[in-house]
């Protein structure tokens, strides 16, 4: 039989627009006003401190365990800052960076990962879905939600986040065959913070990269420099339009590291070496995107100083009004209430029991 070309490897589009020390490529710069580049900043840096007094309070025992985001803001940032309010946003579960630009509070979070269920609450209008927990199960949730925009004639999209981890998943790979077969317009955002709790991303797949798989699904596949939040932008931007305007998918691989440790639950320190994780430290998307601005004069030591402590006092003002939220919740038959609209008659059975358990619980108490 005669061969023909075919290249295992086939190359994919490679993005990057800020260096390490935040110089800049001109010709690749996105246009963004100062005040979105503003934003950005400060969304980075509310993500960093966040995340920060949330392993504080998870180490005194306050908060239960939770996923770090430190290292993947500029991932998170120059994504979702392509994405416009009628889209779709769809989380996997370390995307606090996306979900504080989105206008998730803060006192909400900090509720969710004390363990109250009413901090999930999506606002009634808002397109965010909640965090996703079984890895990959969300991609297919967001192809829906797309196909469903294009059905019924809308221009709006959605926009998907997950990790390398993720892309072993069937789900991956069902998403992705569907939403390139039927044309929907969705963003696949894949960070590949380099590691699967302890499996490596070489172990993950042999693939050369997690963009080059998009040319199985016959959709457009781009791999960028994630902790570089104007490549992220850039490609994002680009994935959005194509969506919007063509109906056509992109996966997007956001080049990362997982900073810290995969949840509080975890100790790297046993499957990973420390200069690694210095090398990345080099690579910092907030030191790096700092940089940047400053080189184009549009900031200060003294607005970074004003910046930090008034993020920091945000941070505590948050942590103030979520425990006096928690001193008003005493109904731990709320998690029965968000699955369906009408609930099953096997919730209904399992509420029943819960609330005789409960009250149980209670006359023995007396
Ligand atoms: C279906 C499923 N299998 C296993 C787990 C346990 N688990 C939680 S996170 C995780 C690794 C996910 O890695 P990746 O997709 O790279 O995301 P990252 O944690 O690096 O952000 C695993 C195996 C899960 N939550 N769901
Ligand atoms: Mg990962």
Same mark, same amino acid.
């Not at 005194?60 to 996923?67: P, V």
């Not at 209008?125 to 890895?135: F, I």
């Not at 030591?301 to 505590?316: G, S």
């Given at each position: 039989?005669?061969q023909?070309g075919?290249?295992?490897?086939?190359?994919?589009?490679?993005?990057?627009?800020?260096?390490?020390d935040?110089?800049l490529d001109?010709?690749?710069?996105?246009?963004?006003s100062e005040?979105?580049l503003?934003?950005?900043?400060?969304t980075?840096?509310?993500?960093?401190l966040f995340? =920060?007094? +949330?392993?504080?309070?998870?180490?005194?025992g306050?908060l239960?365990? /939770?996923?770090?985001?430190r290292g #993947?803001? $500029?991932?998170?940032?120059g994504?979702?800052s392509a994405?416009?309010?009628d889209?779709?946003m769809v989380?996997s579960?370390r995307?606090?960076?996306?979900?504080?630009?989105?206008?998730?509070?803060?006192?909400?979070?900090?509720?969710f990962?004390?363990g109250?269920n009413?901090?999930?609450?999506?606002p009634?209008g808002?397109?965010?879905?909640?965090?996703?927990?079984?890895v990959?199960?969300q991609?297919?949730?967001?192809?829906?939600l797309?196909?469903a925009?294009?059905f019924?004639?809308t221009?709006n999209?959605?926009?998907?986040?997950?990790g390398?981890?993720?892309t072993?998943?069937?789900?991956?790979h =069902?998403a +992705?065959?569907?939403?390139?077969?039927?044309?929907?317009?969705?963003? /696949?955002?894949c960070?590949?913070? #380099?590691? $699967?709790i302890s499996?490596?991303?070489?172990?993950q797949t042999?693939s050369?990269?997690?963009a080059?798989?998009a040319?199985?699904?016959?959709?457009q596949?781009?791999?960028?420099?994630g902790n570089?939040?104007?490549?992220?932008?850039a490609?994002t931007?680009?994935a959005?339009?194509?969506a919007?305007?063509?109906?056509k998918p992109t996966l997007?691989?956001?080049?990362?590291y997982r900073?810290?440790?995969?949840?509080?639950?975890?100790?790297p320190?046993?499957y990973?070496d420390d200069?690694?994780v210095?090398a990345?430290e080099?690579?910092?998307?907030?030191?790096?995107m700092?940089?940047?601005?400053t080189?184009k004069?549009?900031w200060s030591?003294d607005?970074?100083?004003?910046?930090?402590d008034?993020?920091?006092k945000?941070?505590?003002? $948050?942590?103030?009004k979520?425990?006096?939220t928690?001193?008003?919740?005493?109904?731990p038959?709320?998690?029965?209430d968000?699955?369906?609209?009408?609930?099953?008659?096997?919730?209904?059975e399992?509420?029943?029991?819960?609330?005789?358990?409960l009250q149980?619980?209670?006359?023995?108490?007396?």
């Amino acid at each position: 039989m005669p061969q023909i070309g075919m290249k295992p490897n086939d190359p994919v589009p490679v993005l990057s627009v800020l260096n390490q020390d935040g110089a800049l490529d001109e010709t690749l710069e996105p246009d963004l006003s100062e005040d979105t580049l503003h934003r950005m900043y400060r969304t980075m840096l509310e993500a960093r401190l966040f995340d =920060e007094r +949330l392993l504080n309070l998870q180490r005194q025992g306050k908060l239960g365990t /939770f996923a770090p985001v430190r290292g #993947q803001e $500029a991932a998170q940032v120059g994504s979702i800052s392509a994405l416009e309010e009628d889209d779709w946003m769809v989380p996997s579960f370390r995307e606090n960076a996306a979900a504080l630009w989105r206008g998730t509070p803060m006192d909400g979070l900090f509720l969710f990962i004390a363990g109250y269920n009413e901090g999930l609450a999506i606002p009634d209008g808002k397109k965010d879905l909640p965090v996703a927990v079984p890895v990959a199960s969300q991609l297919p949730h967001a192809v829906g939600l797309a196909y469903a925009e294009k059905f019924r004639k809308t221009d709006n999209v959605a926009m998907v986040y997950f990790g390398d981890g993720a892309t072993s998943e069937g789900d991956f790979h =069902e998403a +992705l065959n569907f939403a390139g077969v039927m044309e929907v317009p969705v963003v /696949f955002v894949c960070q590949n913070n #380099q590691w $699967a709790i302890s499996v490596p991303r070489k172990k993950q797949t042999a693939s050369h990269s997690i963009a080059q798989k998009a040319h199985a699904y016959g959709i457009q596949g781009i791999q960028v420099d994630g902790n570089d939040v104007l490549a992220v932008h850039a490609a994002t931007r680009d994935a959005v339009e194509r969506a919007r305007n063509e109906h056509k998918p992109t996966l997007i691989e956001c080049v990362t590291y997982r900073m810290e440790v995969h949840t509080t639950a975890d100790d790297p320190t046993v499957y990973r070496d420390d200069e690694d994780v210095e090398a990345w430290e080099e690579r910092d998307p907030i030191k790096r995107m700092r940089d940047y601005l400053t080189g184009k004069d549009i900031w200060s030591d003294d607005q970074e100083e004003e910046l930090r402590d008034t993020v920091k006092k945000q941070i505590e003002e $948050a942590w103030k009004k979520t425990q006096k939220t928690i001193e008003g919740l005493d109904d731990p038959t709320v998690i029965f209430d968000h699955m369906f609209d009408e609930p099953t008659h096997l919730i209904k059975e399992q509420r029943a029991r819960f609330e005789q358990d409960l009250q149980s619980g209670r006359d023995a108490d007396e």
